[in-house]
């Protein structure tokens, strides 16, 4: 009885029972829209649509490592991965190179475990760098999860080891290795190291090969970049770092050579040299494990650096890539919006170009049914006017018979 007492004076009174209308009306459409915030959010989860990444974290600092095949990438990562057991540092390790058989250390996250490398040859029908390719592309889609894994460890964590494929162009160049580099920097301080096969360094050319090489890296990831000569227990990195820090010791060098490739050299050694002052440099032994102190000291300076300069410049460029995908979805919306106040309610046929392309074929088919009319009126006339002229003709033959 209270219920409907209520009812009856929120419907039968007069002024006095508006407001509580207005009132009910106002619940009713703050629910309605929270009922459609809930609903736009869960739709955007389907979709894939997730907000920004969380806050910055200053720990773990990511470490990508990069490099040539045979520069021994694999075997330097386990040397790492072994100086940090041994000296109570927090690891962590992934291995993002679909196509190794084994690895000499545990991975954390391996992306064998989420795609199987040969099964994508197969399936797409591609090579063994196709094959890689696609494995880190589809293994780039669900990224965001290994973020979120690591960010949940991230208070017990001191750094990430990030193992690479050995086609490094794969890696550096792809879009799935920005979308990688890109993730981890935004979230975590991230850190390149450019493993290099120091005997064979010792050729001025191919030392040239491998600086231009960091410096396209460094320019393509923008991120801080540390040169790591490798295999030292072979051939010391000295003469690198004196070639580095003086270009007219590597003149000298690559001064008895008269070939292309010396003149390319000794042209680019003056354009490097503004390079080389940004670069951090260590010598390491992946076989022996000496210098591995060095580089993580060289590690933790890059990390600060990045965080003291190539942080901004990262903000200001996801704040840009923000502002224009958000720019693109208010068009979409308001395209949207349009589409729906000139429909009406009613149903939206999509213009895929097809209706455009009948028609046009039916017109072109029309003009072409004209023109056979014509031609079959051109053609029935003249067959009018010659039997007319032969029979003209008969006449006039009639008339002068003999």
Known sequence: MDIDSDFDYTTT???????????????????????GTEDISKSMEKLGIEESSS????????????????????????????????????????????????????????????????????????????????????FATKFNEVISV???????????????????????????????????????????????????AVKPVTFMSNMLYACSILYKTRLP????????????????????????????????DSSYSATL??????????????LHSVGVSALSGAGMDAFFKVI?????????????????R?????????????ENMEKLRKDMEESRGETVVLSTGLKNKETSGKTMMDEEDEEDVEENYIETSTEEEKDEIDEDEDEEVSRFSF
């Open 265 to 278: 050299s000794r042209s680019l050694s003056l354009a490097l040299d503004e390079f080389y002052r940004n």
């Open 300 to 316: 933790d300076a890059s990390a600060n650096e990045f965080i003291d300069t190539y942080k901004a410049d990262l903000d200001k």
């Open 318 to 330: 996801w704040a840009e890539k923000q502002r224009l995908e958000e720019q693109r979805r208010r």
């Open 150 to 200: 690591i960010e949940k460890r991230a208070d017990q964590l001191d750094y990430v080891l990030v193992d690479t494929p050995g086609q490094i162009e794969i890696f550096t160049w792809s879009a799935s290795g920005s979308i990688i580099t890109e993730a981890f920097a935004s979230t975590f301080p991230t850190v390149i190291a450019y493993v290099v096969d120091t005997p064979r």
């Open 13 to 35: 009174k007069g002024t006095k029972g508006e407001p509580e209308l207005m009132q009910m009306d106002s619940a009713e459409a703050s629910t309605s829209k929270g009922k």
């Open 55 to 138: 806050q910055f974290k200053r720990k773990p600092v990511i470490i990508i490592v990069v490099g040539m095949a045979g520069s021994g990438k694999t075997t330097f990562l386990h040397q790492l991965v072994y100086h940090t057991q041994a000296s109570n540092i927090r690891g962590y390790v992934l291995n993002l190179d679909p196509a190794v058989m084994t690895l000499p250390f545990g991975a954390n996250i391996d992306i064998r475990d989420t795609v199987r490398y040969k099964e994508v040859m197969k399936q797409f029908n591609l090579g063994p760098n196709g094959g890689i390719l696609t494995s880190l592309n589809l």
């Open 225 to 256: 970049l540390v040169l790591t000569f490798n295999k030292t227990d072979v051939t010391d990195h000295k003469f690198a770092l004196e070639w580095m820090e003086d270009f007219e010791k590597f003149q000298a060098a690559i001064a008895s």
